[in-house]
Nanobody, 116 residues
């Protein structure tokens, strides 16, 4: 199983980024997927999750209304659209297989830095 996250970068508060995660090594359409993040000095936390067909999503309260998770089962890819970014969104972002908990080892992640 492999996850390749991309799309991170430097952005000012209020800006937007779209993260992508290309997954391989399992039947992508058969599993929920989630995005997590880990800020410096903090534990990794769940940001958003999406069911197998994309019909249901869940979000951390801190990102509700600003972030949108989506997936393309034809491309084995899950996305995280991040709007209205805040300083506290600065973190390394990771995707993983599973809707309720992470089922695999972590990839390298993609770094998001929000700076003023």
């Amino acid at each position: 199983v492999r996850f390749v996250e991309s799309g991170g970068g430097l952005v000012q508060p209020g800006g937007s980024l779209r993260l992508s995660c290309a997954a391989s090594g399992f039947i992508f359409s058969g599993y929920g997927m989630s995005w997590y993040r880990q800020a410096p000095g903090k534990e990794r936390e769940l940001v958003a999750g999406i069911t197998t067909d994309g019909s249901s999503q869940k979000y951390a309260m801190s990102v509700e209304g600003r972030f949108t998770i989506s997936r393309d089962n034809g491309k084995n890819t899950v996305y995280l659209q991040m709007n209205g970014l805040k300083l506290e969104d600065t973190a390394m972002y990771y995707c993983n297989r599973g809707y309720t908990r992470a089922l695999e080892d972590w990839g390298q992640g993609t770094l998001v830095i929000v700076f003023s």
